[in-house]
C-alpha cells in the first residue's frame, strides 16, 4: 500500500499533522514573495529556498489544505490564498507561451512519402510500408 503524501510545511508526530518549523516558514515567504513582491513562481521558490518542481509549486499556491482541515493545522490566511489565486490568474492572462511550446505551436509543414518495405516481416501491416521524411 503507497504511504499517501504529506504536503509541504507538515510533518506527523504519534500520528497528528503538525506545521514543520522551517517548511512551514518557507511556505509562507513563498507565498509572500509570489503575492506581493510579484514575482513569477521559479523566483518566489528559489528566494525561499523551497527546491520543487514549478508545476509542484503552483500546486501549493492553490493547495486548500494549507487552509486547514480536520487533520491538518492551518499555514496560509484565506485572504492571502485568495490574493496567491487573483495573482496566479493575472499572470497567465497575457501568457502566449515560449517559441515552440504548446501554447504557441510553430507551423512545420512536412511531406511524408511512403515506401514498400521487403524483408522478412512484411506480412506485418506495420512493417507494409515505412516513411521517409526528406530534409
Known amino acids: 500500500m503507497k504511504r499517501p503524501a504529506i504536503p509541504y510545511g ?31 513562481v521559479a523566483e518566489a521558490a528559489s528566494l525561499a529556498e523551497i527546491w520543487m518542481t514549478n508545476e509542484s509549486c503552483r500546486r501549493m499556491l492553490t493547495n486548500p489544505v494549507y487552509l486547514g482541515t480536520d487533520y491538518y493545522p492551518q499555514l496560509i490566511t484565506p485572504d492571502l490564498m485568495e490574493k496567491a489565486k487573483q495573482a496566479m490568474a493575472e499572470k497567465r492572462k497575457g501568457y502566449v507561451g515560449r517559441k515552440g511550446s504548446k ?26 510500408y515505412g516513411c521517409i521524411q526528406p530534409i
Not at 507538515?10 to 506581493?36: C, D, M, W
Not at 504557441?104 to 507494409?128: C, D, K
Request: glycine content about 4%; cysteine-free.
Open 10 to 40: 507538515y510533518k506527523i508526530e504519534n500520528g497528528v499533522a503538525a506545521p514543520h518549523p522551517e517548511e512551514s516558514e518557507r511556505l509562507r515567504q513563498f507565498f509572500t514573495y509570489y503575492v506581493y513582491y510579484d514575482k513569477s
Open 103 to 128: 501554447l504557441n505551436p510553430i507551423p512545420v509543414q512536412t511531406q511524408f512519402t511512403f515506401i514498400p518495405r521487403e524483408g522478412p516481416e512484411t506480412n506485418r501491416a506495420s512493417w507494409l
